[in-house]
């Protein structure tokens, strides 16, 4: 089993629409956990990091499930702008970041 | 305040080759790191430095060496260069290793 595991998309969907994205880890002693985002030939960048309380940023809404070993992001009222790719990142003690394979987004006009 | 720079942005090199890739930042970062990222592959930590003089390899680190002789400069050296190096390439840098990794921009490297 691969360590941080995603949809593999990708996503088309309308401008307005609701899109969810999963995402699944190994290993189990990970301690922190985000969702960056990616736009295309750029650096990835932090979008949020994702609490077990779940945490909401705006139309953004991540979510954590420590037993089941897997994180979630909620995207409401989808914007063009949103079209990116969005990677699941997981970190253990070590400090070291662990980078799913993104899953690209394209919001339709 | 010009957060991660890479140098250069992009470079074709011949099998056998060698270059340094540059990487500074100037937001006084303890953890600095180097990725690749590959199609299908996402980004793949290849060394890591917690501090001045102090480097960890990564997950695929063979064919790499770094050094961090400051706070700011953390440089990627290939030694000799070959085709399954061609890739995109990420430094990035944070106060510790697991809040906000600040990127940079990314060498896009080809080795023929």
């Known amino acids: 089993r691969k360590e941080v595991e995603q949809d593999p998309g990708p996503f088309n969907v309308p401008e307005g629409a609701t899109v969810a994205f999963n995402c699944t880890y190994s290993?189990?002693?990970?301690?922190?956990f985000f969702w960056y985002r990616q736009d295309c030939r750029k650096e990835p960048k932090l979008l949020m990091s994702v609490y077990s309380s779940g945490n909401e940023d705006g139309r953004f809404t991540a979510q954590l499930n420590r037993a089941s070993q897997y994180i979630s992001l909620l995207i409401r009222d989808s914007k063009l702008s949103d079209s990116a790719t969005y990677l699941c990142v997981v970190s253990g003690s070590n400090y070291k970041l662990t980078f799913g394979k993104g899953t690209l987004l394209t919001v339709n006009p | 305040n010009a957060g991660v720079t890479q140098t250069p942005k992009f470079q074709v090199l011949k099998t056998g080759q060698s270059m340094t890739l540059q990487c500074a930042q100037d937001?006084?970062?303890?953890?600095m790191s180097w990725y690749r990222q590959d199609p299908g592959m996402g980004l793949r930590l290849i060394h890591y430095s917690v501090g001045a003089g102090i480097t960890d390899q990564g997950e695929v680190p063979n064919g790499y060496n770094v050094s961090r002789s400051t706070t700011e400069d953390f440089p990627l050296r290939l030694l000799s260069a070959a085709p399954s190096q061609t890739s995109v390439y990420f430094c990035?840098?944070?106060?510790?290793?697991?809040?906000?990794?600040?990127f940079g921009p990314g060498t896009r490297l080809l080795v023929l």
């Open positions: 990035a840098s944070s106060l510790t290793g697991v809040v906000t990794q600040y």
């Open positions: 290993n189990s002693a990970s301690q922190s």
């Open positions: 937001m006084n970062h303890e953890y």
